[in-house]
Structure formats: structure tokens, C-alpha cells
């Protein structure tokens, strides 16, 4: 069984998904340390002037150590409208945005509390869209200790996990040598950023996948497979 694991992420890119297809399992780390200004509360969309952020406020003054599952939205700014409006502006024109309207009316009129339970909500549905028959567990149900390799090790262990998928950037710190002393088959991720019709001039990789959706619509899940 290969398994694969990550931090719940906003509107995820194109990348997150292709390792998603690749693995039986999808863990997610809802129990490690949240990190500011990385893609956990945003990501970039296109526009006539060039890739913009959609950023959901958090809450984290005097909450330096509070895990990825505790996080608050701070809904005393307008995020959810700005979003769907900025979305709308940029893609109403898109040949596939029809498909999505309804989902993404129905994500921003939803009173979200914590960010853990927005990302999930968006990630699930999005593969869902692509088919993708992946089991999903968090972290938090599995009762799992360690840091960096031996919490990867332990989550496989867990699972039974005999094949663990990792994105290339965690080379740097992964410890290589543990996954054999483990009996657990080490892989990385092999992907090439696919290019496809964009609105708006030259294309622009590493945005959210709502991009790819929205003007590819079922030919993404060919277009990921392909990269």
C-alpha cells in the first residue's frame, strides 16, 4: 500500500493532486505546527495583471505553537466575499466556470470557523471532481508521535504503509537510511508542471488548481495524469 501525507493547503495547486493519484492513502497532518505565510491560508489565482493572492485571515497572535487543527478563521474580515468576487471577476469568461458556480457559491456562503475544516471540505470535493478514490485519514485519529522522519515512519506504520510517496522537497530533511531500517520503500515525486490554455496572455504556472478547472474542466484529470 503506498500512502502519501500533507498539511491541509487552500485551494491547492496542481501538484498536491498528482501526488494524491499516486498513492492508496492521504494523510492529513492536521496535529503538526502551523505555519504562517506558506499555503496552508492561501494560494494565487490569474488575472489580466498577473497571479494574486486569495488569503484567509487566521488567528494567530499569542498562538505561535497552535497546531494546523486549532487554527480560527478570523471572520471579522469579508475574506469569503472577497474571494468568490475576485474569482468571479477573473473567470466568469472561463469556458468551464458554469461547472463551478454552484460550489463556489456554496463554499463561500458557508460560516467557516476553523481553516483545517475549509481545506479539507475544498480538497475532498476537487478530487472528487477527479476521480480520485484515494481513503483519507487525519493525522489527529491516528494517535501519532515523533518528528519529521519518525512521524512519517510511524504514520506508515500505523497504516500498514509498505511504500511511502514524498514531495522532492523533503529530501533535505528526510533520513533515508530509517525508511529501510523500517522495511518501508522511500519514492519521490515525479512531476512535470503541465501547460494549458489559460486566460490572459503567457501562462502562468504553480496557481491553485481552480485555474486548471475552470478553463479545462474534465480534461484536467487527463492533463495531471499526463504531467
Known sequence: MRIAVHQP??????GYFHKMMQVDV???????????REFQNRNKIKTANG???LTVPVITKGRFHQRVKDVEINNTERWREKHFEAILRNYRKAKHFHEFEEFLNKLYSLPWEKLCDLNVFIIKEFAKYLEI???FYFETELNIEGEKTE???NICK?????????????????VEERFKEEGIKLEYQNFTHPVYPQLYGDF??????????????????????NS
Request: proline share 3%; aromatic share 14%; glycine share 6%.
Open 133 to 135: 478514490g484515494v481513503k
Open 26 to 36: 492521504f494523510v492529513f497532518l492536521d496535529n503538526v505546527q502551523y505555519k504562517k
Open 9 to 14: 493547503q487552500y485551494l491547492p495547486w496542481i
Open 158 to 174: 500505523k497504516l500498514k504503509a509498505d511504500t511511502y510517496l514524498s514531495g522532492i522537497g523533503a529530501k533535505d530533511y528526510l
Open 204 to 225: 502562468v504556472s504553480n496557481l491553485s488548481i481552480l485555474d486548471l478547472f475552470l478553463n479545462c474542466g474534465k480534461e484536467s484529470l487527463k492533463i495531471i495524469r
Open 51 to 53: 497571479p494574486i493572492w
Open 151 to 153: 512521524r512519517i515512519i
